[in-house]
C-alpha cells in the first residue's frame, strides 16, 4: 500500500537528505499502488503539494538558503515551472485537479495570460476532469491561417507566414534560369529573392509603367499628352505627343524674352566645356561653376523639330519654376527630346538654380559618366536608376540605399585597371 501524503516542512535542509534506502522504499511504496488511475491521480496531487511547498520555501526562506536547498535537489531552473505552476492554481485545492494531466496543467501554467479564462472556467465546476478542461482550451485555440484565394477560388502568391502576409511563387523548373540565378547570388552576395524583387521591377517598368503628365505651371495652362508605355531595355523612349497649349504669356506666368542667335551660341559653348579632373578619382562632384555648364544628365545631342516648340516652352517653364527634383524628373521623362534645347536656353543662374534641387545621386552619377566609368544612366522613379556599363547593351537597376556599395564596387574595378 503506498504510504499516506504527509505535509511538507522544512526547519532544516538536512531533512532533504536521503539515504539510499529511503529512495528505494519511495520507489517500492510507488509500485505498489492497487491501480493505474490511482497512480495518475495521486501523482497529480502530489506534484501540486510539492509546488505550494517550494513556493512557500521561496518566499519565507532566505535568499541563500533558498539556493542551498535547489543545489540539494540539484536544480538549476528547473524549479520554474513548479512555481508557475503554484502561481496558476493556488486558489485550488491540490485535490480538485486530481483529475486532470499534469501536462495539461503545466501547459495553462507555462502560457497564463492566454489560458487565463480556462482557469476562470474551472473555478466554475463542481468537479475537475481532463475533458472539460480540454475543451476550454480549444476554446482558447486561434483559427490556423488559410491561404488566401480570390473570388474565383483560383490559387495566389500569397500567405500569411508568422502572422505577416508574404508572397510566395512555387518551384521553378527550369535548369538554365536556376544555374543563372545561382551564379549572380554568388557574384553579388545576394539572397534569390533580392535578385528576383530587382528582375520584376524591371519588367514591370518595361511593361507596364506609363509616363505621367509633367505638373501644370499655371492654372491656365492645359495639356493634353497621350500616355506612352515606358520601355525600359531601349534606349530611345517615346515623346508624348502634345495636341494644345495656350499661351506662356497668360496670366500670372510672365514669358521670358526670346533669345538672340548669339546668346543661345553662347549657351551652347558653355555647356559643351570639358570637366578637367586632377589627382585621383572622386565620386563626389567638385565644387566649381564648370559643373553646370556641362550637365551630362540634361545634355544629350537631339535635334528639336519646329513641332517640338511647344514642349521645349513648357520644359522650360518648368525648369524655371520648379520647386522639387519630382518635378524636373517627371518632365524629363515627358519631354526627353527637348532637353538639350531647353537647358541651352536657360541662364547661367537658372541652370545654377535647377543644379541646387539636383539630387545628389544624380550629380554623382553624371560625374562618372563624364569620366567615363560607366556608359549612361536614367532615372526610373524616386530613388531607382538604371546603369549601363561601357561596352554593355543591358541596364543594371540600382536602388538608392544600394548606392554607396554600387560607388565603391565600381572605384576598385576602375583602381585595379589602372
Known amino acids: 500500500m503506498m504510504t499516506q501524503f504527509q505535509g511538507f516542512s522544512t526547519t532544516s535542509l538536512d531533512e532533504l537528505v536521503i539515504s539510499s534506502a529511503q529512495f528505494s522504499d519511495f520507489m ?14 495521486t501523482s497529480t496531487v502530489r506534484v501540486i503539494h510539492y509546488a505550494f511547498w517550494l513556493a512557500k520555501q521561496k518566499a519565507t526562506l532566505a535568499r541563500k538558503e ?24 493556488n486558489n485550488f485545492l491540490p485535490y480538485e485537479l486530481a483529475q486532470v494531466e499534469l501536462h495539461t496543467l503545466f501547459q495553462i501554467a507555462g502560457n497564463l495570460k492566454k489560458y487565463s479564462s480556462v482557469i476562470s472556467q474551472m473555478k466554475t465546476l463542481a468537479t475537475i476532469t481532463q475533458d472539460k478542461v480540454r475543451g476550454y482550451l480549444k476554446q482558447c485555440r486561434k483559427p490556423r491561417a488559410k491561404r488566401e484565394e480570390t473570388e474565383e477560388d483560383t490559387s495566389t502568391i500569397w500567405q500569411l507566414i508568422d502572422g505577416k502576409r508574404a508572397c510566395q511563387i512555387g518551384p521553378i523548373y527550369d535548369q538554365p534560369i536556376g544555374v543563372i540565378l545561382e551564379f549572380m547570388m554568388n557574384a553579388e552576395s545576394r539572397t534569390a529573392q533580392a535578385i528576383i524583387s530587382d528582375a520584376v521591377v524591371i519588367r514591370y517598368e518595361s511593361k507596364y509603367q506609363f509616363l505621367q503628365e509633367a505638373s501644370s505651371v499655371s492654372d491656365n495652362v492645359t495639356q493634353e499628352l497621350e500616355v506612352t508605355e515606358y520601355s525600359a531595355p531601349n534606349n530611345e523612349v517615346e515623346t508624348a505627343p502634345v495636341n494644345l497649349y495656350e499661351s506662356w504669356d497668360a496670366d500670372q506666368v510672365t514669358a521670358e524674352p526670346d533669345l538672340t542667335e548669339s546668346e543661345t551660341s553662347d ?14 578619382w572622386s565620386f563626389e562632384p567638385e565644387e566649381k561653376d564648370d559643373s553646370i555648364d556641362d550637365y551630362e544628365f540634361l545634355t544629350s545631342s537631339v535635334e528639336v523639330e519646329v513641332n517640338q516648340l511647344a514642349s521645349v516652352d513648357l520644359l522650360i517653364q518648368i525648369f524655371q519654376t520648379a520647386n522639387s527634383w519630382e518635378e524636373i524628373s517627371k518632365a524629363l521623362r515627358a519631354y526627353e527630346d527637348c532637353k538639350q534645347a531647353a537647358w541651352k536656353a536657360l541662364t547661367r543662374t537658372e541652370r545654377e538654380r535647377v ?19 560607366i556608359a549612361d544612366f536614367r532615372e526610373l ?13 543591358l541596364w543594371e537597376t540600382v536602388f538608392e540605399y544600394r548606392m554607396e556599395e554600387f560607388f565603391a564596387q565600381l572605384l576598385r574595378v576602375f583602381q585595379k585597371l589602372d
Not at 29 to 38: G, K
Not at 267 to 279: I, N, R
Request: aromatic share 10%; hydrophobic share 30%; with cysteine.
Open 381 to 393: 522613379g524616386s530613388g531607382v536608376y538604371e546603369i549601363r556599363y561601357n561596352g554593355s547593351l
Open 66 to 89: 533558498y539556493k542551498e536547498l535547489l543545489k540539494k535537489l540539484g536544480w538549476e531552473g528547473e524549479e520554474k515551472r513548479y512555481l508557475k505552476l503554484e502561481a496558476a492554481f
Open 28 to 41: 517500492t511504496n510507488a509500485d505498489d499502488c492497487p491501480h493505474p488511475f490511482c497512480a495518475l491521480y
Open 355 to 373: 543644379m541646387e534641387i539636383t539630387p545628389c545621386t544624380i550629380k554623382r552619377l553624371s560625374h562618372a559618366k563624364r569620366e567615363g566609368l
Open 267 to 280: 549657351y551652347s559653348h558653355e555647356c559643351d566645356e570639358d570637366e578637367h579632373v586632377q589627382g585621383a
